[in-house]
Each structure stands twice: as structure tokens, then as C-alpha cells.
């Protein structure tokens, strides 16, 4: 059964740097691209991005372009979300997602539990 | 503003049908994927593609699509399935992927 299991939750300040993780059991780490998507507070999921594994291929929503990177450790399958120069607007739980690529359609259909992650000065 | 629009919110009598839609230019090239989520929990994978349930997720939830509308049909809507639901597919550039609005559904 594959399991995605996220790092605790972060607090940290404006400006600061955050890094969240996903470690990925039961599976076949390379098949899959890890996803991350987001949900501030009452408000709606926002993609920023995948990874795969097996290509070290990235692809970021423009909006976080410049902002975050995604990486995997192959040697442990664990992904990586770093994020930058944080503002109140990133206060949000973090998601990632096993992520399966279609010429017409893409679907994430396992999940991590969420991390939480607010930044407040 | 999102380039694919979610009505904000839906309600439905329990046991009777419901749809949820999903209106994007993209969508007349690219399947929307569909997603429940409940409070305080990750979102569940409903529909991919042309209208595929992974396993575990009841017939009565399908999927559609019509010109620029995809669509979430409900048939025999159950208390449990009152959670928000989320499209997903291309933006209006397919460059990105975006979620829509999300629309909130009531059952009563």
C-alpha cells in the first residue's frame, strides 16, 4: 500500500526559507512524478508544481517560478519542497501527491496527510 | 480569478442526482480531474480521464464532458458526500495545471 508521509508542521518568520518533505513507501518511486498543492486557510487548492523522480524533470506553476524547488533523494524516496523568501500570503497546508501524467489529463491519487506551515513575524 | 469557473456552491435533496460543473477553454482539449475533499483532510482522487474511478469510489460518482464543461454527476447523493469538489486540468495558456474555485455541496 503506498503511503506518503509528510514532515511536522513549521512556523517561521517573513523572509525566511521553509522545507517540507514527503517520503514515499510501498511503491516504485521512479514510475510516479510527486506533486505539491497547496490550501491557505478557507480558500481553495493551488498546484505549484511536480517532480519526477526518474527524470529529475521539474515543472512549476508560474506563479512560484523562481520560488520554490522540487526535489527527490532517490537513495531514501523522499521528495523535497523548498520554498523562499516567505510572506503571511504562504501561511498554508502543504500537499504532496503521487502524480500520473496522461497526454490529456494528469491525476494525483495518493496523498499525503498535509503540512502545515505559517509564517508570522 | 481561476481559468476553470466553479459554481461556489451546490446543494441536493439526499438520494436525489446532482451535477457540479467545471466551465474552461482548456477543457475542450484536456480531461478535468475531480476531486472531494472534506474538512480538515486531503482530497480524494474521484474521476481522471474520460471517466475513470479508481477503485474504492462508488458508481454513483461520473464524469463528463461538453465543449468547454466538464461535469461532476452525483446520482443518489448520500450525507457523506456533503465536501467541497475541485476540477483540475490545463490553464487557458496550457502552460499550467489549476484547480478551479472548488464548489461546496449540500446535501439536505
Known amino acids: 500500500q503506498v503511503q506518503l508521509a509528510q514532515s511536522g508542521p513549521e512556523v517561521k518568520k517573513p523572509g525566511a526559507s521553509v522545507r517540507v518533505s514527503c517520503e514515499i513507501s510501498?511503491?516504485?518511486?521512479?514510475?510516479?512524478?510527486v506533486s505539491w498543492v497547496r490550501q491557505a486557510p478557507g480558500r481553495g487548492l493551488e498546484w505549484m508544481g511536480w517532480?519526477?523522480?526518474?527524470?529529475?524533470?521539474?515543472k512549476y506553476a508560474k506563479k512560484f517560478q523562481g520560488r520554490v524547488t522540487l526535489t527527490t533523494d532517490t537513495s531514501t524516496t523522499i521528495a523535497y519542497m523548498d520554498l523562499r523568501a516567505l510572506t503571511s500570503d504562504d501561511t498554508a497546508v502543504y500537499f504532496c501527491?503521487?502524480?500520473?501524467?496522461?497526454?490529456?489529463?494528469?491525476?494525483?491519487?495518493?496523498w499525503g496527510r498535509g503540512t502545515t506551515v505559517t509564517v508570522s513575524s | 480569478s481561476s481559468d476553470l469557473t466553479q459554481d461556489p456552491a451546490v446543494s441536493v435533496a439526499l438520494g436525489q442526482t446532482v451535477r457540479i460543473t467545471c466551465q474552461g477553454n482548456s477543457l475542450r482539449s484536456y480531461f478535468a480531474t475531480w476531486y472531494q475533499q472534506r474538512p480538515g483532510q486531503a482530497p480524494l482522487l474521484l474521476i481522471y480521464g474520460k471517466n475513470n474511478r479508481p477503485s474504492g469510489i462508488p458508481d454513483r460518482f461520473s464524469g463528463s464532458t461538453s465543449g468547454n464543461t466538464a461535469s461532476l454527476t452525483i446520482t443518489g447523493a448520500q450525507a457523506e458526500d456533503e465536501a467541497d469538489y475541485y476540477c483540475y486540468s490545463r490553464d487557458s495558456s496550457y502552460d499550467d495545471w489549476v484547480f478551479g474555485g472548488g464548489t461546496k455541496l449540500t446535501v439536505l
Open positions: 501527491a503521487r502524480g500520473t501524467d496522461s497526454s490529456f489529463y494528469f491525476y494525483m491519487d495518493v
Open positions: 517532480v519526477s523522480p526518474y527524470h529529475g524533470e521539474t
Open positions: 510501498g511503491d516504485t518511486f521512479f514510475n510516479y512524478a
